[in-house]
């Protein structure tokens, strides 16, 4: 099983509507985040949490909010989905109790907003 | 403002060669290193990392340098195989940071044809 995994794979939705991408980690790690990627421009941050009390925006977390309901759940919010969200998104998590610790990441969310 | 720079968007080199992938940043606080290697439909999973008290950084087929001086470091594959076929992303985090957040580059497609 992966150690990292979102719901759903893929969306396909209209604009306008209402997104929540979900997202669990069995690793134990305290730090998640939420990234999209659109082609030719890497990996962007749009959320991340130290921990269940700790939210912090991202580079570009405007149009979307995001839901630390566990440890282990991290979730993001499109509340009014448009077109320009169309993108891959990924969510990692990290270890806190050490320093210079990399992210997993699970395999995405193709999202696509018609 | 891009901090994490990856000029070549693709790259192609034939099987058994070396593969170089070259990254720059400009912000002279990172202090730790990573490459990811993502395949289609799979999130970007970890390979290497450097830290910014060494220069070299070796794993298998797979070693890492930096240069902090030019603010350059480069992942280099010997011998490259089809299966490192994949984009690769370089990141960076900065030194204090303690929400281990990473910056990206834009990526580069690696091809190793036979």
């Known amino acids: 099983d992966a150690d990292v995994t979102q719901t759903p794979r893929n969306r396909i939705t209209k604009t306008g509507k209402r997104i929540m991408l979900e997202c669990s980690q069995t690793?134990?790690?305290?730090?998640m985040y939420w990234y999209r990627q659109d082609p030719g421009l890497g990996l962007r941050l749009i959320y991340y949490?130290?921990?269940?009390?700790?939210?912090n925006k991202g580079e570009i977390s405007d149009g979307y909010s995001v839901s630390r309901q566990a440890q282990a759940k991290f979730s993001l919010s499109l509340e009014s989905a448009i077109p320009n969200q169309t993108a891959l998104y990924f969510c990692a998590t990290s270890d806190a109790g050490l320093v210079n610790q990399p992210q997993h990441f699970g395999d995405g969310t193709r999202l696509s907003i018609l | 403002d891009q901090q994490v720079k990856q000029n070549s968007p693709s790259l192609s080199v034939q099987e058994g060669r070396i593969s170089i992938l070259n990254c720059d940043y400009t912000?002279?606080?990172?202090?730790?290193f990573l490459w990811y290697k993502k395949y289609p439909a799979e999130g970007p999973t970890f390979l290497i990392s450097i830290s910014s008290i060494k220069d070299k950084n070796e794993d298998g087929r797979f070693t890492v340098f930096l240069n902090k001086s030019a603010k350059h470091l480069s992942l280099h594959i010997v011998p490259s195989q089809p299966g490192d076929s994949a984009v690769y992303f370089c990141?960076?985090?900065?030194?204090?940071?303690?929400?281990?957040?990473?910056?990206f580059g834009r990526g580069t497609q690696l091809t190793v044809w036979p």
């Open positions: 990141a960076a985090s900065a030194r204090g940071s303690t929400l281990g957040r990473l910056y």
């Open positions: 949490s130290f921990d269940v009390k700790d939210i």
């Open positions: 690793k134990g790690h305290d730090r």
């Open positions: 912000n002279s606080m990172f202090d730790y």
